[in-house]
């Protein structure tokens, strides 16, 4: 197996410059940008996946702008498109964290990282939610298993040939 196949296909479409205004926007902290041009993108999109990430960004952009109940429906459709899709579960977790429901977002962390055991970012917010209830211990496995796999993300996407930035 090549190290590229690896690579799940959700990590590249970040990457892909049909993206690059949301990606942006959303790094830049322009979440009605991000919103937007999701939005356009959306209704020319038919492709699951693509679905998937963009009703993911939509709703990451739906959040920063506080709109709570816009953000999970997001989430929820991108799950609708792909099931278990790692950061849109990552993110219906996030959610649950910011409204004090610690133990709804560990479920959905874990459903991430059973969907994807190399989606490093689930478990680092798995380590936060743990830290929250003190379970300590169990936020250091997951906060060492995060660093595990950020390392091992890392190599792959080296030997791949692409760059690694950091979000």
């Given at each position: 197996?090549?190290?590229v196949?690896m690579v ?5 479409f ?7 205004c949301?990606v ?7 979440f009605?940008?991000a ?6 993108l ?16 939509r709703g990451a ?11 999970r429906?997001?989430?929820?459709d ?6 278990n899709?790692?950061?849109a ?5 996030n ?5 004090g ?14 969907a994807?055991e ?21 936020a250091?496995?997951a906060l060492?298993?995060?660093q595990?796999?950020d390392?091992r993300n ?6 791949s040939?692409r ?5």
């Amino acid at each position: 197996m090549s190290m590229v196949s690896m690579v799940p296909e959700y990590a590249m479409f970040p990457k892909d410059p049909r993206f690059a205004c949301v990606v942006q926007s959303l790094r830049r902290g322009d979440f009605a940008a991000a919103q937007v041009a999701a939005s356009e993108l959306l209704a020319q999109c038919s492709d699951p996946a693509e679905r998937a990430f963009l009703l993911n960004k939509r709703g990451a952009a739906r959040a920063g702008l506080h709109q709570l109940t816009a953000a999970r429906s997001d989430f929820c459709d991108a799950l609708r498109a792909v099931p278990n899709y790692p950061p849109a579960l990552t993110n219906l977790g996030n959610l649950s964290f910011e409204g004090g429901e610690y133990e709804a977002a560990i479920a959905h962390y874990q459903r991430a990282i059973a969907a994807d055991e190399r989606y490093a970012i689930a478990y680092v917010n798995l380590a936060a939610a743990y830290k929250r209830l003190c379970r300590f211990d169990e936020a250091v496995r997951a906060l060492r298993q995060a660093q595990r796999l950020d390392a091992r993300n890392a190599a792959t996407v080296a030997a791949s040939g692409r760059r690694s930035r950091r979000r």
